[in-house]
């Protein structure tokens, strides 16, 4: 599976900015679709998941109430609705896919596949 991740740029605190993620091949049921972030000088930091099959969404503790994950089958694709940005949600974000799972995790080791990342900037 190959990634492409867009729609990263620049947004004002408060404002929006919605993420894409396509995939080129097969996305399996059992798999999970997630984005993650790294702000320089930090670790990569998980952010959201859905898992194929189900549907069933997971979130970062930071991100809920203002983040929001979807993903389109027909399409290959899974975005990021980011609402209230804040200035800690700049970094450089990045879709990944944890391949034939049956349990979720937020580890980004257990991600077998990612994108090259797009850049969200947050200014005040």
């Known amino acids: 599976v190959q990634l492409q991740a867009s729609g990263g740029g620049l947004a004002q605190t408060g404002g929006s900015l919605t993420l894409s993620c396509t995939a080129s091949?097969?996305?399996?049921?059992?798999?999970?679709v997630g984005w993650f972030r790294q702000a320089s000088g930090k670790e990569r930091e998980f952010v959201a998941a859905?898992?194929?099959?189900?549907?069933?969404?997971y979130y970062a503790d930071s991100v809920k109430g203002r983040f929001s994950i979807s993903r389109d089958a027909a399409r290959n694709t899974v975005d990021l609705q980011m609402n209230s940005l804040e200035s800690g949600d700049a970094a450089l974000y990045y879709c990944?896919?944890?391949?034939?799972?049956?349990?979720?995790?937020?580890?980004?080791?257990?991600?077998?596949?990612w994108g090259q990342g797009t850049q969200v900037t947050v200014s005040s």
């Open positions: 859905v898992n194929w099959r189900s549907n069933r969404k």
């Open positions: 091949g097969t996305i399996y049921s059992n798999d999970f």
């Open positions: 990944a896919v944890e391949h034939d799972n049956y349990y979720f995790t937020k580890d980004p080791n257990d991600y077998d596949y």
